[in-house]
Every structure is written in C-alpha cells, then in structure tokens.
C-alpha cells in the first residue's frame, strides 16, 4: 500500500465530486484494488473510478461495465488487462437448487444426488 496516498473527504455528494487524472492512481501489474464503487467519470486522460477512497486511472472500454456496478462492492485486477469482478453477494448469480423430484427413476434408485 502507498502511505503517500491522499486519503479523500468523502462526506460530500459522490456524485458531484470532481475526478481528476492527477490524483488518480495507476494500477501496476498484479495490482487489485477492492471497495465499493462510488463514481466513474471519463476524462481527456481516460476513464477515472471512485472506489472506495481512491482514485483508479482505468481504460475507457471499461466505462460501460463499471456503469452498472456504481454502489456495489468490486474488484479490478490488473492481469494481462484489466478484469472486473462484483463482490457484492446479492449481485451474485446463485446457482440453481437441486430438484430432487425431477430425477428419473434410475437416478433415484442409484442414490443420485
């Protein structure tokens, strides 16, 4: 973690807090930063998210992803790109219950389950 980094105020509206490129941080290889996503801005010098307290320099062709994950907690690792996950649990897709009652009879004598 970088001690020289400058902690934000964030009791002010997220949405209107202004982002600016010098303040924000490049990822370096292997780098993830996590927290919730407050803000994504499009600047001249590329796309800037709020995230948690800190101010990410990201690609632009990420804009459209992060969009709908502003409030939610993420991810974004640096590997070879840029990858972008959720954390957030009710944001998580569940996989589907086992429906014991649509087995067939073979699977229910065989103890399948």
Do not use: W
């Not at 009710?90 to 014991?100: D, G, L, S, V, Y």
């Amino acid at each position: 973690m970088h001690s020289d980094r400058q902690q934000l105020d964030l009791s002010s509206d997220k949405g209107a807090m202004p982002l600016t490129v010098r303040e924000a941080y490049r990822l370096s290889e292997l780098e993830e930063v996590l927290g919730t996503l407050h803000n994504v801005e499009n600047t001249e010098m590329g796309l800037i998210a709020l995230i948690g307290k800190i101010k990410v320099l990201l690609p632009e062709d990420l804009a459209e992803n992060l969009q709908g994950l502003i409030g939610k907690r993420v991810g974004i690792l640096r590997l070879d790109g840029y990858r972008v996950r959720c954390l957030d649990r009710e944001a998580i897709t569940q996989e589907p219950k086992f429906n014991r009652s649509a087995m067939t009879a073979p699977e229910q004598a065989h103890g399948v389950a």
